[in-house]
């Protein structure tokens, strides 16, 4: 394809995706409780409703704006988990970018703590990882009744590392409020926050608050969610705290019996069922992170990357309707078991857009083995003005069977057309760096 037309194309996608964005209003939500390792309040304030819109997002494939189950199945492929019972989810190959299956994939929803992703995505290239900082009663200002914390005090000093540990495994708004407070505070990360996601064309993300708390107005949807976690793990350190199962977290400084002062510490254990386990979940085989989530307004939410074979899947799960113990991981799992089977076997669907200003022509590899390539930053060797784009190298090319798909998005009460004989959705190659796997 002559690279003009293709950059036509790409920008006409792009431009309508944006516009249904601006014209989808995001509904409201009264600020409740962060309960990322508990079950889902019984009497919430407010909930989503059960229908998904009539019109929603088409970027990535005109499929994924539509309501209701969406995949293509070829000879051999197994059929699709039949009690999945999530609002919401999605299945993608890392790396590749196609998504394999979904299910009201762009589905506007609060997000709970998933959101922690694009918070990580966007700042923590930004300190070096032995950064020390002494934390203020400011610092711990806001944070939301009932948050999920790691225990963080006032007065005692924590190191960059200590501080993401807290985010990644106990969900630790308290952490993510010391690292916003470090970052200019709390508005100015959620405008970065904002900013990096459209950067990402995360176009039905809105955020209010950098932990996922429930506030008025602040969704995302399974299709964002996986974009943050694919551009994430490009970066060494974000894989190394997604994939952490336990780890040391310090406590208070006091004196000991000799008078000598001395600083004591205590296990924390990722909140992740199936990184860690639990007593009805069993560590899921090859999961190398993401990121779990549990509000009032949200139900639970979870993001999943994992190996097996040479390949490498994201699933994404927003708020099943079945409220059993642990029912987010356990149909996560079921996708994750479906998508190794059916991968090659099925059409794709849509796919994971590339952030803007990836170069797509590299070729398939190029930064595929390290961290952050030179001016990226990881996260342990970025400084303040690190940049917070993904490490990305993908091929341009079109994907066998995609052709002639036209998208169509639900405009203000009318429909936008982009009739372009053999429009074809690109197949941006975007090689994952080798995943920290889970420790044992």
């Excluded at 966007?122 to 806001?142: E, N």
């Excluded at 590339?354 to 030179?374: E, H, I, L």
Aim: charged share 20%; net charge neutral; proline share 6%.
């Amino acid at each position: 394809m002559p690279a003009s037309k293709k950059t036509i194309r790409q920008s006409l996608l792009t431009a309508s995706a944006t516009l249904l964005a601006l014209s989808l209003t995001a509904p409201a939500f009264a600020d409740t409780t962060d309960t990322t390792d508990a079950s889902p309040s019984e009497s919430p304030t407010a909930s989503p409703t059960a229908t998904p819109p009539a019109h929603m997002s088409s970027l990535g494939g005109e499929r994924l704006g539509r309501p209701g189950n969406q995949v293509s199945l070829g000879g051999g492929a197994p059929v699709l988990p039949a009690d999945i019972t999530a609002r919401s989810w999605i299945v993608a190959d890392a790396e590749s970018g196609d998504v394999l299956a979904a299910h009201n994939a762009h589905w506007r929803l609060p997000p709970a703590s998933t959101l922690k992703m694009l918070f990580a995505d966007t700042v923590l290239p930004r300190f070096p990882r032995s950064t020390s900082h002494k934390v203020t009663s400011s610092d711990l200002a806001g944070i939301g009744a009932g948050s999920s914390v790691v225990g963080i005090k006032e007065n005692q000093t924590y190191s960059v590392h200590d501080l993401w540990l807290g985010v990644f495994l106990r969900s630790g708004n308290d952490a993510v409020h010391v690292l916003s407070a470090m970052n200019g505070g709390v508005d100015e990360t959620v405008k970065d926050m904002q900013a990096h996601a459209e950067d990402l064309q995360a176009l039905d993300t809105h955020v209010v608050s950098p932990d996922g708390y429930d506030a008025g107005g602040q969704v995302s949807s399974a299709y964002d969610l996986t974009l943050f976690a694919r551009s994430g793990l490009q970066k060494k350190d974000f894989r190394e705290y997604c994939s952490t199962v336990r780890a040391e977290f310090p406590g208070v400084t006091a004196k000991n019996g000799k008078g000598t002062a001395g600083r004591s510490t205590f296990e924390i254990q990722n909140t992740n069922r199936l990184l860690a386990g639990d007593s009805d979940v069993t560590p899921y085989q090859g999961i190398a992170g993401v990121k779990n989530g549990n509000t009032t307004n949200a139900g639970a939410t979870f993001t999943g990357v994992a190996e097996r074979g040479g390949k490498v899947l994201l699933v994404t799960v927003m708020n099943p309707e079945k409220k059993e113990h642990n029912e987010v991981y356990k149909e996560a799992a079921q996708l994750l078991d479906w998508g190794f089977q059916a991968s090659g076997k099925v059409q794709p669907v849509g796919e994971l857009v590339a952030p803007k200003g990836v170069d797509t022509t590299a070729q398939p590899g190029a930064n595929a083995s390290g961290g952050a390539s030179p001016g990226t930053g990881s996260g342990s060797t970025g400084g303040a003005n690190a940049s917070t784009k993904p490490v990305a190298a993908s091929t341009a090319g079109a994907r066998g069977g995609s052709s002639g798909i036209g998208v169509a998005l639900g405009l203000a009460g009318g429909f936008l057309v982009l009739l372009a004989a053999g429009v074809f959705l690109v197949n941006r190659r975007w090689p994952l760096p080798d995943l920290m796997r889970r420790r044992r």
